[in-house]
């Protein structure tokens, strides 16, 4: 089943965030990371990465820069303190959130509805 896309959109600077506070990373690899521990269901396209990174980039939760790696350049991103701080903010918010839809439908967030 498909999973509407305003839930993705809103929560994906959180998990964006979560991927780089365990390591830098590169755009990319972030995608397939999302697509893979997500079992396809962040299907995330390079046009919507970006401006998300930037944004937070200029936000100060994120610095990047460019390494070569195998012959190709690649830009590397990672998360800053203020970052860190945004992730856990965010974190809280959806572990509240998510705690709050479970009791409204009976905890059952992972079962058929």
Same mark, same amino acid.
Do not use: C, D
């Given at each position: 089943?498909?999973? @509407?896309?305003?839930?993705?959109?809103?929560?994906?600077?959180?998990?964006?965030?979560?991927?780089?506070?365990?390591?830098?990373? /590169?755009? /990319? &690899?972030?995608?397939?990371?999302? =697509?893979?521990?997500?079992? $396809?269901?962040?299907?995330? #396209?390079?046009?919507?990465?970006?401006?998300?990174?930037?944004?937070?980039?200029?936000?100060?939760?994120?610095?990047?820069? @460019?390494?070569?790696? !195998?012959? #190709?350049? =690649? #830009?590397?991103?990672?998360?800053? !303190? &203020?970052? =860190?701080?945004?992730?856990?903010?965010? $974190?809280?918010?959806? @572990?509240?959130?998510?705690?709050?839809?479970?009791?409204?439908?009976?905890?059952?967030?992972?079962?058929?509805?």
């Amino acid at each position: 089943m498909a999973v @509407e896309k305003n839930l993705i959109t809103g929560s994906m600077t959180l998990l964006l965030l979560g991927l780089l506070s365990e390591k830098e990373m /590169y755009g /990319y &690899e972030m995608i397939e990371t999302l =697509r893979e521990r997500s079992n $396809q269901v962040f299907e995330l #396209k390079a046009g919507t990465l970006y401006p998300l990174l930037h944004g937070m980039e200029e936000k100060g939760f994120l610095t990047s820069y @460019e390494k070569e790696v !195998g012959g #190709k350049v =690649r #830009k590397y991103y990672a998360i800053t !303190g &203020e970052g =860190r701080k945004e992730f856990k903010k965010k $974190q809280k918010a959806w @572990e509240e959130y998510a705690g709050a839809v479970s009791h409204v439908i009976g905890g059952a967030v992972y079962g058929s509805i």
